[in-house]
């Protein structure tokens, strides 16, 4: 069992906005990352710290987080969004990391 | 550039041992921890350990301590996962990636291309 929290499966309109939520005791000390997998790809980091995108990724992308649950809004939802989307971070102990079940985001 | 090159896939038979790789360039590959994650079929990521390849100190996922070894080899920039003994449950792609580090947080910046290991009798 995971100690982040996620739901399994969302779908989003085309053009909508969506949020994955990401919940874990830990999160209230630790920030979450996310991370975007496509099938047969190698996931791709597209949210880290408090809100900061790497290079690459587009602006519809933005993180926050409040008390223990971390989130991840995509804002225009578009088709080549659609993929399993991860967050991680350190567990309660600190010592360890640990990654949520992953959430399947369907595009409609 | 950042680069994480991983090995070959394989297959292997139950009981056999096998160590796969993780090569980093473009980087100080001893400055950074570089961190294994599997991927059984259909599923999601599990972080299995991290190493830090400048004095080898390594942590385990409690799930997998004891399952695996970390490893690496720092004059030639290679991180290293391997079993003694693999079961048809080691069957899963195995990723590495380099653990990045800000005043604020820490994730996995760059992954490598991942490794099927396929365990079958």
């Known amino acids: 069992s995971s100690e982040l929290t996620q739901d399994p499966a969302v779908s989003v309109a085309l053009g909508q906005t969506v949020r994955i939520t990401c919940q874990g005791d830990?999160?209230?000390?630790?920030?979450a990352s996310w991370y975007q997998q496509k099938p047969g790809q190698a996931p791709v980091l597209v949210i880290y710290g408090k809100n900061n995108r790497p290079s690459g990724i587009a602006d519809r992308f933005s993180g926050s987080s409040s008390g223990d649950t971390a989130s991840l809004t995509i804002t225009g939802a578009q088709a080549e969004d659609e993929a399993d989307y991860y967050c991680d971070s350190w567990d309660s102990s600190g010592s360890h990391l640990v990654f949520g079940g992953g959430t399947n985001l369907t595009v409609l | 550039e950042v680069q994480l090159v991983q090995s070959g896939a394989e297959v292997k038979k139950p009981g056999e041992s096998l160590k796969i790789s993780c090569k980093g360039s473009?980087?100080?590959?001893?400055?950074?921890?570089i961190g294994w994650v599997r991927q059984m079929p259909g599923k999601g990521l599990e972080w299995m350990g991290i190493i830090y390849p400048g004095d080898s100190e390594t942590r385990y996922s409690p799930s997998f301590q004891g399952q695996v070894t970390i490893s690496a080899d720092k004059s030639i920039s290679t991180a290293y996962l391997q079993w003694s003994s693999l079961k048809a449950s080691d069957t899963a792609m195995y990723y590495c990636?380099?653990?990045?580090?800000?005043?604020?947080?820490?994730?996995?910046?760059?992954w490598g291309q991942g490794t099927l290991v396929t365990v079958s009798s």
């Open positions: 473009g980087y100080s590959f001893t400055n950074y921890w």
């Open positions: 830990s999160l209230r000390n630790y920030y």
């Open positions: 990636a380099r653990r990045e580090s800000t005043t604020a947080t820490t994730f996995f910046g760059y």
